[in-house]
């Protein structure tokens, strides 16, 4: 008897559900926005971690007072790369380039532009240091010293400061000097 009574009550909350489904209107579809996905499957020894890519690294703020003669710089500030997933056995280290436009005056510095990029600064440029303190020219082909990777999540850690470049030397054709009398 039980089982027969518990039988017809789920057949009654079905055809409940079903109805309440049959009352509802017709589905109305809007247009909220667009949802892009973005990833690569790569056959290498690490993943860069989602935080790593497309970071922004912030520089800070300095006044251009303190930028008087030429190899100024400010304090080294910490940057770092997560790689996630990493096998050892696939490659023991991992090495890092990075490129961008280059400072006019000193190929070895990022050149610095305005928030619009439609302006770049004279005068300063981004160092980036890898972990032995060594600069990295923004060229995409002056990789870091090489880091050893373990079994797992790895941290790349880097520096970067502003500095003040050399001037540009300009060619000059050179007088000589006349003779004395």
Known sequence: MKHKLMTSTIASLMFVAGAAVAADPTPVSVSGGTIHF?????????AVSTKSADQTVTLGQYRTASFTAIGNTTAQVPFSIVLNDCDPKVAATAAVAFSGQADNTNPNLLAVSSADNSTTATGVGIEILDNTSSPLKPDGATFSAKQSLVEGTNTLRFTHAIRQPPPPRRQARLMPTPPLS
């Open 38 to 46: 973005e990833g690569k499957l790569v056959n290498a020894a690490c």
